[in-house]
């Protein structure tokens, strides 16, 4: 009696289970299409790849990243795992979780390269290939990865520094959207080695009004701002509000892409975007791994692959804009 | 003696010959608003001096409209402390509220109007879903409350992923029903050559409801009521069930109000927008007075402290300090609010007895 309701239980329970994957399964359909990366043309996987990174959920960048793994992974019929944490331990737990599960190859961002070292070392260890992107450029190598794809930021950051120096820029605010990370660290400090009047600011990225409030703040504070640096597209957008808000003639230059920030390029209302294309990034983790895998290939020859700086204004937009629709640049 | 302090809320009746007349400072220590006022105060003239380029009316306003899209939330969040509960859902919710507009009128090729008022629907269905959580499993409202927060911002990234196939809503602002909604909701008008930000004005208006309700009506007896002491306002027939799922609801509705602002001002909403706002209403209602463990306090101070907010927040920017510095300020602040209106609902107690 008391099994077979248990068991009537566990049908009805399967059975709404099997439900609601199927309904899942149909609603994901059309425009998603790209999402799942292992699709119907592939008939079995050929590798398992893990790609783990640092993202707080919901930032356009990730999104970015995540499109081109999953593009590189349904060529190559991968089967990607993606997942990711913002917080140090917990992204090497990630890692070595990848690791616990064999995967055939491990593709994350070394921004944390101290707190990682140790799961890096688990991987390569347990002969998992390991390659590193988008952060850590200069610990890639000591920690044990095959090989390294992104952008150098201080590099980043100092070729905006020259260029803004080359317009007569004297003080440009340097807006830091999210506390105590590195990378956005790294990237104004290359602007003020380049352009020594620079100031950095700090704003609450994940509330856009605070960020237009707190930038129109600083502008009224300090009209000899002649040039607002942002360090991601959607801050770029509340910047030009605070600037029509707070009447400045400052320019306007920022890194990474949206759909917004490109048409505002397209319109001159920002100078110039320092692009590390993020897509990019992803797609190269995956193929370099799958090369790896397949053919021994190395690519880079141990240095690193640079993805960026690439710099997007008025001479190349026209090109660029639809790519940024896309959700791909 | 206890009798007195908790039935401060409640109207003196007019016959009562018997009760102890206060002396105007007496009341006015008693007042839950007192205290923040006073660190309003002093704030703004320690701002006043020190940043020159605070003193201008543009900057005031700057620093209002900051705080309006605190403290819009934080009058709700403010009763719904008095009514003895927390939401933590607050923050997030805004950004849902806004999400889920842009996302059905987008996808669905409906006039913008009707997505808001989906979106409405939606959000009162959160708050009454809190509520009757609450009440009716009787588990804390913080864990409820929690739970529909973590909900809430997975369900921001994971539908808004789904649905645009990206983690930003789609930019609206060429729909149907746009320029008469963002008008109304992120609109602003210029006085004498100030720019004045609608929200500040809604903000006056609905803390001047709140106050209203609170102090005028049988409804505010009652938040204060089922605040106060649940079990006791039940057993004088107060519908305690009714007036808490109706403050969660009132949450939610200024929290689609605020959401409804940040999607028509900036055309476009990351999913992962809001986390962390719930604290900012929470600090705010408590900065202006209002207890943690319900029953008391108002709708004034409760805007006193979102006021205080936006001040310190930009007025740390006008000085021209470093901003790293601000969550410093705030925890410290808020530790100093809190100490202050202990000390001074101490001092009124005690020279009330003398």
């Known amino acids: 009696m008391n099994l077979t309701s248990r068991r009537r239980l566990l049908l009805v329970g399967a059975s709404v289970a099997t439900l609601g994957l199927t309904l899942s399964a149909c609603s994901s359909g059309g425009a998603q299409s790209t999402k799942s990366a292992s699709s119907a043309d592939c008939k079995s996987n050929t590798y398992t790849i893990a790609m783990i990174t640092h993202e707080a959920p919901g930032d356009t960048f990730w999104d970015k990243i995540r499109a081109g793994a999953q593009a590189a992974a349904k060529n190559e019929c991968i089967k990607l795992n993606y997942s990711a944490d913002p917080q140090a331990d917990k992204q090497a737990q990630l890692i070595q979780t990848a690791v616990d599960s064999k995967v055939d190859g491990i593709a994350t961002t070394l921004v944390t390269p101290d707190a990682l070292a140790g799961s890096v070392k688990a991987a390569t260890d347990a002969g998992i290939p390991l390659v590193g992107f988008n952060s850590g450029i200069d610990a890639y190598k000591k920690l044990g990865a095959l090989e390294y794809f992104g952008s150098d930021e201080t590099l980043a950051g100092q070729t905006v520094g020259e260029r803004l120096t080359s317009q007569g820029v004297k003080h440009p605010l340097c807006v830091i959207q999210a506390a105590g990370s590195v990378a956005l660290e790294a990237r104004c400090a290359g602007v003020k080695a380049k352009n020594p009047g620079t100031e950095n600011m700090q704003v609450n990225g994940t509330d856009d009004s605070a960020v237009v409030s707190s930038i129109q703040a600083k502008l009224t504070q300090d009209p000899s701002i002649d040039a607002i640096v942002t360090l991601g597209a959607p801050i770029a957008m509340d910047a030009l509000k605070s600037m029509s808000a707070a009447n400045s003639k400052a320019k306007l230059v920022t890194f990474d892409l949206n759909v917004d920030a490109a048409q505002a390029i397209k319109d001159g209302k920002i100078e110039f975007s320092v692009d590390q294309q993020p897509y990019v990034q992803g797609y190269m983790a995956v193929t370099a791994l799958y090369l790896y895998l397949k053919n021994g290939n190395d690519i880079g020859g141990g240095g690193p692959v640079l993805t960026g700086p690439s710099f997007v204004d008025k001479s190349n937009i026209a090109k660029i804009l639809p790519f940024a629709k896309n959700n791909t640049r | ?354």
């Open chain 2, 1 to 354: 003696m206890s009798q007195e302090t908790s039935a401060a809320p409640a109207v003196t009746t007019s016959d009562a010959s018997n009760r102890v007349s206060l002396t105007w400072s007496n009341r006015l220590l008693r007042r839950p608003d007192f205290a923040a006022a006073v660190a309003a105060v002093i704030i703004l003239l320690f701002f006043f001096v020190i940043a020159p380029s605070f003193r201008s009316p543009d900057s005031i306003f700057t620093v209002l409209y900051q705080s309006s899209t605190i403290g819009i939330v934080a009058v709700a969040v403010g009763m719904l402390m008095i009514g003895g509960e927390f939401d933590l859902s607050a923050g997030v919710m805004v950004t849902t509220a806004g999400l889920v507009n842009a996302l059905f009128s987008y996808y669905l090729g409906v006039n913008l109007i009707v997505g808001a008022l989906v979106s409405l629907v939606f959000c009162l269905a959160i708050g009454f879903l809190n509520g009757y959580l609450v009440m009716r499993t009787g588990i804390p409202s913080f864990l409820i409350t929690l739970g529909s927060f973590f909900v809430l911002q997975g369900a921001n990234l994971g539908v808004t992923k789904l649905v645009s196939g990206a983690v930003s809503s789609p930019d609206i602002s060429k729909m149907g029903g746009f320029s008469p909604i963002s008008s109304f909701f992120a609109g602003s008008f210029v006085v004498g050559g100030v720019t004045v930000w609608n929200t500040v004005i809604f903000w006056i208006v609905f803390v001047a409801i709140s106050g209203w309700i609170l102090h005028r009506t049988k409804v505010g007896n009652w938040i204060y009521a089922v605040g106060g002491n649940a079990a006791s306002a039940r057993a004088v027939g107060v519908p305690v069930r009714r007036v808490k799922i109706g403050l969660f609801m009132t949450v939610s509705f200024l929290a689609w109000f605020v959401g409804m602002h940040s999607l028509y001002r900036f055309n476009t909403l990351q999913a992962g927008n809001g986390v962390g706002n719930e604290f900012l209403y929470i600090i705010a209602a408590v900065v202006g007075g209002t207890l943690m463990t319900g029953g008391y306090g108002n709708a004034l101070g409760v805007a006193i402290g979102a006021f205080i907010f936006g001040m310190t927040s930009l007025g740390i920017v006008f000085a021209g300090w470093d901003p790293n510095w601000f969550r410093t300020f705030l925890g410290v602040m808020l530790v100093l609010a809190v100490l202050m209106n202990l000390y001074i609902k101490r001092l009124s107690t005690a020279r009330k007895v003398g």
